[in-house]
């Protein structure tokens, strides 16, 4: 699915080139295989592979030094979150649903975790876009840092929080209730993990995407040749960028991409994270 979020990105750019300009998910496909290579839709995923599943406290600088610390993967410390939380708020008690224990739970845990995948999102996004002139991450973090400094990294942390926050409450307590409707026994069911995975992650990409739009800005002011972009400071100038050129519409560029992309991500790491729960607590009980 990778290579929608890359189609994401490039809609989602604001005042991009004239060559840069799609009309939808078919179109942008079309125009970036032919024009730069079908590869060119997978740029950036290694930064991906490396945030997700073998980053540190450490973030950009890691790739600076050519050294990725494996102890802090980004989805164990996810879920590890996520269930300490819900534990200790009496999420796990009974069969009646617990949805502030579930919100509650599933905003920790997006906290943490996106305290380790910010920088690796960050050149994620610069790869991704129009004219992206790095070969690979290292020399992407390593151009990011001479030229904007550290705090390039995290500029978009606070947004990302703002978004990601609601984005996972709202996953994790539709997660939650939807399979008490479609599993009330809670037994494991891939089929019910997969529909309620996927069916909570479109609403909750749906709802956050106008923060998701203001994040790229923010990632990407970088490369950007508008000089009151390169300038954007935070969430609110950010928008108000938005609002001014697009209006309400802008806020929702890249909505179905990222839907797409979504969807599939949200139901396989549920059905993954329920298959591995199953199989310790299978292994707790035998023993």
Same mark, same amino acid.
């Given at each position: ?19 840069? #300009? ?5 179109? /942008? ?7 730069? &290579? ?23 600088? #890691? ?22 939380? %819900? =534990?200790?708020? &009496? ?32 050149? %994620?996004?610069?790869? =991704? ?7 690979? +991450?290292? =020399? ?8 904007? &400094? ?20 709202? =996953? ?13 026994? %809670?037994?494991?069911?891939? /089929?019910?993990? +997969? ?5 909570? &992650? ?81 292994? /707790?009980?035998?023993?």
């Amino acid at each position: 699915m990778y290579p929608f979020d890359a189609i994401k990105t490039r809609m989602q750019v604001l005042n991009p080139s004239p060559s840069a #300009v799609y009309t939808g998910i078919s179109n /942008a496909a079309r125009q970036i295989s032919s024009t730069e &290579g079908i590869l060119s839709l997978w740029r950036g995923i290694s930064s991906v592979v490396i945030g997700a599943g073998g980053s540190s406290w450490l973030g950009p600088l #890691v790739l600076l030094s050519l050294t990725v610390i494996p102890p802090g993967p980004a989805h164990a410390v996810y879920f590890a979150t996520y269930e300490a939380v %819900k =534990q200790a708020m &009496g999420g796990n008690k009974g069969n009646e649903h617990h949805p502030l224990a579930a919100a509650t739970s599933g905003a920790c845990a997006t906290i943490a975790s996106d305290a380790l995948m910010n920088p690796f999102d960050v050149i %994620k996004q610069r790869m =991704q876009v129009h004219g992206s002139v790095y070969p690979n +991450i290292t =020399q992407c973090a390593r151009s990011v840092f001479r030229n904007e &400094g550290f705090r390039a990294f995290y500029v978009s942390y606070p947004t990302t929080l703002c978004m990601t926050v609601p984005f996972t409450a709202i =996953q994790f307590t539709a997660y939650e209730s939807l399979s008490k409707v479609f599993n009330p026994s %809670k037994r494991y069911d891939p /089929a019910t993990h +997969i529909a309620a995975g996927g069916l909570a &992650g479109a609403f909750a990409a749906g709802l956050t995407t106008p923060l998701d739009v203001i994040k790229t800005l923010l990632q990407t002011r970088g490369t950007a040749r508008d000089l009151e972009i390169r300038k954007a400071k935070g969430l609110w100038e950010a928008a108000k960028i938005i609002k001014r050129r697009d209006g309400a519409r802008g806020f929702f560029r890249g909505l179905r991409p990222r839907i797409i992309t979504t969807m599939p991500s949200t139901a396989i790491c549920w059905a993954s994270y329920e298959m591995a729960k199953a199989y310790f607590i299978r292994r /707790a009980d035998d023993v």
